[in-house]
């Protein structure tokens, strides 16, 4: 493989011009050139990312009109280093030279980006960029103030854009595979819908078996009132249990939970109920999962796409691995049921099974999908799907937005909000401008149940190394079979790598059946 070595170049400042430099072949300074310019790019977005971190942890109040500029300004410089024609021409160079694996894998990878921004006028990637911001600071107040018709004008203008966008990236297409396209490229979106359906048809009568149970599961075991400072605490100690590594991250607070950040970087939010411990717990694994994903890519590849995550349903199997795999098993519980039981009173004579139950019981009545247990948790995301689906494709007005959730929810789940704040308010997503986004986290939970049944088999003793607080394994194989590829691969040319199947439900079905069989007593299978 070709050297990075204009990596270190730009990180000081030095200019990497299109100039060959004699001792290189041409291919070699094409290489590093396009190397040079795609760092810059991923300085920029990474820039945006931080000042969108701080809009949603830190800013003060007032902040949004400078910081909507802000990221105006980076979204389109971004945009003009995707679009010049300098890229192009290294890339038409370089797509006919003879490179290795790895260095083919950087060229697909930013055609891939470049093909879309050259169709996408500048002055719309600048406005979709100041509407998003915009409207974060919109949704939040509506949120709190429980009123849609604040959020209604942003939610409509975004949509309106964002069609706009996916008309200039393919005006032939259905404009929501466009999007989708977006957050997860190497997938199809037909792909992604039988993963759906396959998850839907298994899920339901899982659901429908486990209402009829008499199983009575103790999912009080965590009732009382526990304070933030303390739960703060507790989950400070869960990540240095995890191995998050404070030099190159940080815990903050935020309404919606979420992590960003590179290799060097990579920080986490969670947020706290005090009537529900748990749930700010397995909020914090889950943001953990996303970050100990950016801090296993290669430090050396940082700014090309060799160190970069491969789309989002890989990065959401990461946290879903965490969280669920690990974080809701018993062995995990076996090692820290004991630092509950030492941070909060109450709490004593919690069972390792009854804490088991606790984090594991479904409740279909559930209407906040981050707080929602493992299974019907996709069905909150076959709602949302279904409804910015139609959004996009102009099949549903946004007025209508609130009562359609509300019906879906009535008919998927059995359970109606009772206002828009725990109905159509409670995403960030929508506000993002994120429309094909939803998708991403059950398929990286299917994803998460084939990678971890590949890692048992590989780990000897994956079960007694969780309960003895062992984790450096599970990160070495996670690292060794994802983390290290960047995007080096495709997306079903990376799970199929790791687990010898292309991406499917399969593995999450009969893990959800078995466990929740024996969770509830249930005799018959999915």
């Given at each position: 493989?070709?050297?990075?070595?204009?990596?270190?170049?730009?990180?000081?400042?030095?200019?990497?011009?299109?100039?060959?430099?004699?001792?290189?072949?041409?291919?070699?300074?094409?290489?590093?050139?396009?190397?040079?310019?795609?760092?810059?790019?991923?300085?920029?977005?990474?820039?945006?990312?931080?000042?969108?971190?701080?809009?949603?942890?830190?800013?003060?109040?007032?902040?949004?009109?400078?910081?909507?500029?802000?990221?105006?300004?980076?979204?389109?410089?971004?945009?003009?280093?995707?679009?010049?024609?300098?890229?192009?021409?290294?890339?038409?160079?370089?797509?006919?030279?003879?490179?290795?694996?790895?260095?083919?894998?950087?060229?697909?990878?930013?055609?891939?980006?470049?093909?879309?921004?050259?169709?996408?006028?500048?002055?719309?990637?600048?406005?979709?960029?100041?509407?998003?911001?915009?409207?974060?600071?919109?949704?939040?107040?509506?949120?709190?103030?429980?009123?849609?018709?604040?959020?209604?004008?942003?939610?409509?203008?975004?949509?309106?854009?964002?069609?706009?966008?996916?008309?200039?990236?393919?005006?032939?297409?259905?404009?929501?595979?466009?999007?989708?396209?977006?957050?997860?490229?190497?997938?199809?979106?037909?792909?992604?819908?039988?993963?759906?359906?396959?998850?839907?048809?298994?899920?339901?009568?899982?659901?429908?078996?486990?209402?009829?149970?008499?199983?009575?599961?103790?999912?009080?075991?965590?009732?009382?009132?526990?304070?933030?400072?303390?739960?703060?605490?507790?989950?400070?100690?869960?990540?240095?249990?995890?191995?998050?590594?404070?030099?190159?991250?940080?815990?903050?607070?935020?309404?919606?939970?979420?992590?960003?950040?590179?290799?060097?970087?990579?920080?986490?939010?969670?947020?706290?109920?005090?009537?529900?411990?748990?749930?700010?717990?397995?909020?914090?694994?889950?943001?953990?999962?996303?970050?100990?994903?950016?801090?296993?890519?290669?430090?050396?590849?940082?700014?090309?796409?060799?160190?970069?995550?491969?789309?989002?349903?890989?990065?959401?199997?990461?946290?879903?691995?965490?969280?669920?795999?690990?974080?809701?098993?018993?062995?995990?519980?076996?090692?820290?049921?004991?630092?509950?039981?030492?941070?909060?009173?109450?709490?004593?004579?919690?069972?390792?099974?009854?804490?088991?139950?606790?984090?594991?019981?479904?409740?279909?009545?559930?209407?906040?999908?981050?707080?929602?247990?493992?299974?019907?948790?996709?069905?909150?995301?076959?709602?949302r799907f279904e409804i910015e689906r139609d959004l996009i494709r102009g099949d549903l007005a946004v007025d209508d937005v609130p009562t359609v959730w509300n019906d879906k929810m009535a008919s998927y789940l059995g359970v109606r909000p009772e206002t828009d704040a725990e109905g159509c308010l409670q995403d960030i997503h929508w506000s993002h401008g994120s429309f094909g986004y939803f998708p991403t986290y059950s398929l990286g939970s299917v994803v998460a149940a084939q990678l971890f049944d590949a890692a048992e088999a590989d780990i000897e003793g994956l079960e007694g190394r969780i309960r003895e607080g062992e984790f450096d394994a599970l990160h070495d194989w996670l690292t060794e079979n994802v983390h290290r590829h960047g995007k080096r691969f495709e997306t079903n040319e990376l799970v199929r790598r790791a687990t010898g199947e292309d991406v499917s439900a399969d593995a999450f079905v009969d893990y959800a059946t078995a466990k929740y069989g024996d969770l509830y007593g249930l005799s018959s299978s999915v």
């Open positions: 493989m070709l050297p990075l070595g204009c990596i270190d170049e730009w990180h000081r400042g030095v200019d990497n011009g299109a100039k060959p430099r004699p001792d290189m072949s041409d291919t070699q300074a094409a290489y590093d050139d396009l190397l040079g310019h795609v760092g810059r790019i991923a300085n920029v977005s990474h820039a945006e990312e931080l000042l969108s971190w701080d809009q949603q942890v830190m800013m003060p109040e007032g902040g949004t009109p400078a910081r909507s500029r802000q990221l105006s300004a980076l979204s389109a410089v971004e945009h003009d280093l995707l679009t010049a024609d300098e890229l192009g021409r290294l890339l038409d160079e370089l797509e006919e030279a003879d490179l290795d694996d790895e260095q083919a894998a950087v060229v697909r990878e930013m055609r891939r980006e470049q093909e879309r921004a050259v169709r996408v006028p500048t002055d719309l990637v600048e406005r979709i960029s100041a509407a998003s911001s915009e409207a974060l600071t919109a949704w939040r107040e509506a949120k709190e103030a429980d009123d849609f018709d604040a959020f209604a004008p942003h939610l409509e203008e975004l949509v309106e854009l964002r069609r706009r966008y996916a008309e200039h990236v393919d005006p032939d297409r259905d404009p929501y595979e466009v999007l989708f396209e977006e957050y997860e490229p190497c997938l199809p979106l037909a792909q992604a819908e039988d993963v759906l359906t396959d998850l839907r048809d298994a899920v339901v009568p899982l659901v429908d078996d486990i209402r009829a149970s008499e199983a009575d599961l103790a999912t009080d075991a965590f009732a009382g009132t526990f304070g933030a400072d303390t739960q703060e605490e507790l989950m400070r100690e869960a990540l240095d249990l995890l191995g998050y590594p404070w030099d190159r991250g940080r815990l903050d607070e935020a309404p919606h939970p979420f992590s960003t950040g590179t290799t060097f970087d990579a920080r986490i939010t969670t947020r706290y109920d005090e009537e529900n411990p748990i749930g700010a717990l397995l909020s914090t694994i889950h943001e953990f999962g996303h970050a100990t994903y950016t801090l296993g890519l290669p430090d050396d590849a940082y700014g090309t796409p060799l160190g970069e995550a491969r789309d989002l349903s890989i990065h959401e199997s990461q946290s879903r691995l965490w969280e669920n795999h690990v974080g809701r098993s018993t062995a995990f519980w076996e090692l820290f049921l004991p630092r509950v039981v030492e941070r909060f009173s109450g709490v004593e004579d919690v069972s390792v099974r009854e804490a088991y139950e606790a984090v594991n019981a479904v409740d279909p009545s559930n209407r906040i999908r981050v707080e929602a247990d493992e299974l019907t948790y996709h069905l909150h995301i076959v709602l």
